[in-house]
């Protein structure tokens, strides 16, 4: 299967995420996690973002409640609100300096 298919990318923003895997490597190249974009997926249970990234939306991991492991890099400036709202299973998140 073509990973890069579970994911819709437009100009380096992800918009949403289409897979269903448990364990999720976001491509590098992407800047940003668009709003809602892994919303209520019950299955997450981990995530590694790129170090191209630079902005997580607003509500993007908002639901997952099996999330237990993200990893932010430093290149992240900008998380926006309840990104991580009611992901019940992430007991720790590590928020880099370079986050204003």
């Known amino acids: 299967m073509d990973k890069q298919k579970d994911f819709f990318i ?3 923003k992800l ?7 448990a364990d999720v490597i976001i491509p590098e190249g992407v800047q ?10 019950k ?7 790129p170090k191209t990234l630079s902005w997580i939306g607003q509500s993007a991991f908002a ?8 990893t932010i890099p430093a290149s992240v400036t900008t998380i926006e609100r309840q990104a991580f709202n009611a992901c ?11 986050v204003i």
């Open 32 to 41: 940003k996690i668009g709003m809602g974009a892994f919303i209520e997926r």
């Open 10 to 12: 437009k100009n380096g």
């Open 15 to 21: 918009i949403c995420y289409l897979g269903d895997a």
């Open 63 to 70: 639901r997952c409640e099996n999330l237990k492991s993200i």
């Open 43 to 49: 299955n997450l249970r981990s995530v590694t973002l």
């Open 88 to 98: 019940f299973a992430l007991k720790n998140i590590v928020i880099p300096r370079s």
